[in-house]
């Protein structure tokens, strides 16, 4: 099976808009993936979460260039499946979170030195040529998994609980975004930092507001904390489809 090649980069611009929609898909994605793991059979939610995202995959490489509606689909399937992938791990197979955490940061070293070996470069801004999206993608889907990891790691094997591990990788995003705007250097690096955090930033939030009070959380029911961020997902990819404001105009 083959793909035609892009005729232009497709991925949206880095703005505040992408920042806040990759959040929100992180929380959509743990909120859904426990719902959907919990309520139903798990194997059959897995399995149906990995068809799903394959379709979703299929669409964005069958497209020439970005569409808001196409990619933001795929980066939440790639939310709900990766974190899925991570909680199995754990829950049906009983590895411990920092055994899967070690597992899935060795994940996406290994992606990001074939990336960088094969394209010399693992900038997003580069992602034009089949090759460098099938790497783009190796990459979101790793860092899902990590993220997802990580933040359970904290919340429950370190024993912070949800909010505070929020409040956590909260202030650990803010440290490349301030050494970026102040230094302007490093580019590529402090982005996949940030890009890493979100999932753990996300999903500690989530499970705060949708988990039982017994354990710390608010106890909205993952459910309606999945319904109601896929709204939010919704409303703002809407808007920027018919704007058009995370697309690079020359």
Known sequence: MSFPQPASRKVPEITAFFWTIKLLTTAMGEAASDFLVFKFNPYLAVFLGGVVLAIALYIQFSVRKYNAWIYWFAVSMVAVFGTMAAD???????????ASTMLFAIVLAIVFIAWHKSEKTLSIHSINTRHREAFY??????????????????????????????LLFLGLILVPAIVYWVAKRHEILWFWAAYVLTRPLGASFADWTSKPRSIGGLNHGDGHVAIFLAVIIFVLVAYLAATRKDVKHT
């Open 88 to 98: 199995g791990l754990h829950i049906q197979l009983h590895v411990p979170y920092i």
């Open 137 to 166: 993608w190796l990459t979101v889907l790793s860092t899902f998994a990590l993220g997802t990891a990580v933040g359970d790691l904290t919340a429950t094997t370190f024993g912070l609980g949800y909010f505070t591990a929020g």
